[in-house]
Nanobody, 126 residues
Framework: QVQLAESGGGLVQTGGSLRLSCVAS????????LGWFRQTPGKEREFVAG????????VYADSAKGRFTISRDYDKNTLYLQMNQLKPEDTAVYYC???????????????????WGQGTLVTVSS
C-alpha cells in the first residue's frame, strides 16, 4: 500500500507558476503508475498528466501541454507537477494518483484509481 500527500498549492496570479509535490508518506512509488488529476466543484475529476511505471512515458492532457511538466525524484520518493503560465481555468483541487493499471490514468477511468492523496488547492486569480 502507498499513501500519498500533496503540497504546494496556493494563490497565484494569471501567468504565474506553482510546483506541486506528492510524497509517498508510506510505501513506495516503485510499483505504480503515477498521475495528477484536478477537480472543481460539480465536475468530474480530470486527468492532467501521467507517468508510466515501466517505460517512463509521460502523457499530458491537452490543457496541460506546453505549460505543465510532470517529474519525479526517485531518491525522495516524490512526484512533482510544475505548472507555468497559469490561467484562471486551472483553478481546482489537484490530486496525486497511483495505480497499478495505466488505463486508470484518464478522466474516463479516474474512478478506478486505487490511491489518492488528500488534494491541494490551486487558485489562479485574474
Amino acid at each position: 500500500q502507498v499513501q500519498l500527500a500533496e503540497s504546494g498549492g496556493g494563490l497565484v496570479q494569471t501567468g504565474g507558476s506553482l510546483r506541486l509535490s506528492c510524497v509517498a508518506s508510506t510505501g513506495t512509488f516503485n510499483y505504480y503508475h503515477l498521475g495528477w488529476f484536478r477537480q472543481t466543484p460539480g465536475k468530474e475529476r480530470e486527468f492532467v498528466a501521467g507517468w508510466h511505471l515501466g517505460t517512463s512515458t509521460i502523457v499530458y492532457a491537452d490543457s496541460a501541454k506546453g505549460r505543465f511538466t510532470i517529474s519525479r525524484d526517485y531518491d525522495k520518493n516524490t512526484l512533482y507537477l510544475q505548472m507555468n503560465q497559469l490561467k484562471p481555468e486551472d483553478t481546482a483541487v489537484y490530486y496525486c494518483a497511483a495505480d497499478r493499471k495505466w488505463a486508470s490514468m484518464s478522466t474516463e477511468t479516474a474512478s478506478a484509481v486505487n490511491h489518492w492523496g488528500q488534494g491541494t488547492l490551486v487558485t489562479v486569480s485574474s
